[in-house]
């Protein structure tokens, strides 16, 4: 079939709505999407370049700051599969406490996410709303780790300090502050009817594209597709872990799908803090030679980390495998192709929740 | 209709209420808890440079000399704040945070050991690793320019062209040889293990 191309219309590198500089090709008919393509490469960093040859001291700070939205996931998972080639254990408290901090990660995460949907559709109230509770989170998190992103909370033989009480007191009120306080603006997310006319039924993702084009994280969530790494994790298997699935595969259903594995998140920390025994956090070990294929759930789908390390705990050869970049090409060829108008591009792109950093790494 | 219900619904809440009469932005406070750039304590410095070796930036830190004791020093540009320094020092000479006191708490115990590696192919034998290896002036004060030594007890030095290891086992992990090294030739791979002392 012939296609008339009215303009080719170009969005970004930079513009307001986005966190970070890529840009959307989208060849349009009126207000009408015929096709989208997304272009990267403007901040690429080269850092798997730069952690070759490097002792693993130095690379666990280099892995964190692939992504500085989800900096703990990179440092948990580069962490984890060092553990895994030196067959390293570590103590059961630093197990939950790694899970605690993980999880706080994902909730800033995924609440700056909704954050910037909301701020897309141009309902800057929820927007700051949201915006103003990852705040609490963050906090909890600089409570935690002594920093708000890049914790270095995570070591091989487990973590560098414990939780006592007093802050384990504290980050249970501000739970309970996130609880009450996000169920109100989910149900202002849910029940606004300019929301709805923004985000149901736009842009949506069909389980079988999304399948094809291997969605992961939360935008394959949302289109019915259960996976997610943290079910084969065995920690996460301790705390009864199940995944977020939704059916509706729009807009609205990634950003509630967030929200609810938001609440998930919190629910996850309290059983942590109610399993976790009192004990060592710090159990020790040497990073050995070997090689490894490590995946897990970063919050916006699977990471995979494939190293090689040498007898000295150096890493001779490394590549990382980061979600964005599934999402961002499923986004362009399924989410964006025949979107009714050119105003929901924006929409529809930060709903699958791009990371450009972690993408060019 | 729904939507403005909602409105007025939110602003009547007396959360809301209250703030918006005493609208009032709170100062901006450095809690006690957040992981500063490392400061120096009032402990003497031994010059161990445990804090060089654990250190994940480049040249984030040094240990100088000046006006006779040694001291560490931190280049704010280049440290990233990730206390591992205050962790490794033997002697609590630095404090960051909570991160000393959390230390003690757990008497956090590291040990290490330390490997070179030198790539013969890219070598050029310039003598800067030698040189400048803190160790090796200590050990030899007359260590030439070239990276020479008379003596068979420095660490490493040059001959016959290449850099030589004589000595691995003195070395500390300070990796002032590979920040000083053109071509990137020489590693040093820094085996560390931290356990907790106390809780163990
Ligand atoms: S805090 Fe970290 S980066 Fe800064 S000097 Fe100490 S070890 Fe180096
Ligand atoms: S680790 Fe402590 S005692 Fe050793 S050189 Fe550094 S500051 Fe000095
Ligand atoms: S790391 Fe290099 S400079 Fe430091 S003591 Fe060892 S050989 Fe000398």
């Not at chain 1, 490394?318 to 060829?333: G, K, L, Y």
Request: proline share 6%; net charge negative; hydrophobic share 40%.
């Amino acid at each position: 079939m012939k296609k008339t191309v009215d303009i080719s219309l170009p969005v970004g590198p930079v513009h307001p709505l986005f966190k970070e500089p890529c840009r959307i090709k989208c060849e349009t008919r009126g207000e009408y999407v015929l096709s989208a393509e997304v272009e990267l490469g403007y901040v690429k960093k080269g850092i798997e370049r730069i952690m070759r040859g490097r002792p693993w001291q130095e690379v666990m700070f280099l892995a964190e700051r692939v992504c500085g939205i989800c900096s703990v996931i990179h440092n948990y998972t580069f962490i984890e599969a060092v553990e895994k080639i030196s067959g390293i254990i570590p103590p059961e408290r630093a197990a939950y406490l790694r899970v605690i901090v993980n999880e706080l990660d994902r909730m800033q995460s995924h609440l700056l996410a909704n954050y910037s949907y909301c701020y897309t559709i141009e309902h800057e109230t929820l927007a700051m709303y949201v915006l103003n509770l990852r705040e609490t989170v963050m906090d909890q998190l600089e409570l935690i780790t002594g920093a708000r992103v890049t914790c270095a909370y995570i070591i091989p033989g487990g973590v560098r300090w414990d939780l006592p009480d007093d802050r384990a007191e504290s980050l249970k009120s501000a739970l309970d502050h996130i609880d009450s306080e996000l169920t109100r603006f989910v149900r202002i997310f849910e029940t606004g009817p300019f929301i709805a006319l923004r985000s149901k039924g736009i842009g949506i993702l069909t389980k079988e594209a999304a399948e094809a084009a291997y969605a992961v994280g939360p935008t394959a969530r949302a289109s019915g597709i259960s996976v997610d790494c943290r079910s084969d994790h065995p920690t996460y298997q301790a705390l009864g872990f199940s995944p977020v699935v939704r059916h509706e595969g729009d807009n609205y259903a990634r950003i509630m799908a967030r929200f609810d594995e938001v609440f998930q998140s919190v629910n996850l920390i309290r059983s942590a803090l109610l399993k976790m025994q009192p004990g060592p956090v710090r159990g020790g070990g040497v990073i050995q030679a070997g090689s490894i294929q490590y995946r897990m759930e970063a919050p916006r789908g699977e990471l995979l980390y494939d190293l090689v390390t040498d007898e000295y705990g150096r890493i001779l050869e490394i590549a990382i495998q980061t979600p964005s970049i599934m999402n961002i090409q499923v986004c362009a060829h399924e989410m964006l192709t025949d979107a009714e108008s050119a105003a929901d591009i924006t929409s529809i792109f930060i709903s699958s929740d791009p990371c450009i950093a972690c993408t060019e790494r | 209709m729904t939507s403005i219900i909602w409105y007025i619904r939110e602003f009547l809440r007396p959360a809301w209420i209250s703030r918006f009469l005493t609208a009032k932005t709170e100062p901006l406070v450095t809690p006690p808890y957040f992981r500063d750039f490392p400061v120096t304590t009032e402990n003497e410095c031994t010059q161990c440079l445990a804090c060089m070796m654990i250190c994940p930036a480049p040249e984030a830190i040094i240990v100088v000399k000046r006006e006779g004791v040694w001291r560490p020093e931190i280049t704010k540009g280049h440290c990233i704040r990730c206390g591992l320094c205050v962790e490794a020092c033997p002697e609590d000479v630095l404090a960051s945070g909570r991160i000393l006191a959390t230390k003690k708490e757990e008497k956090l115990l590291l040990s290490g050991t330390y490997h070179i590696s030198i790539n013969p192919k890219t070598c050029m034998g310039c003598g800067n690793c030698s040189v400048v290896c803190p160790v090796n002036r200590e050990i030899d004060p007359s260590l030439r320019s070239s990276g020479t030594s008379r003596s068979n007890e420095v660490i490493m030095r040059v001959d016959t062209g290449q850099n030589k290891i004589l000595h691995e086992e003195k070395c500390t992990g300070c990796k002032t040889c590979e920040e000083h090294c053109p071509n990137n030739a020489i590693r040093v791979a820094r085996v560390v293990e931290a356990t907790e002392g106390g809780k163990l």
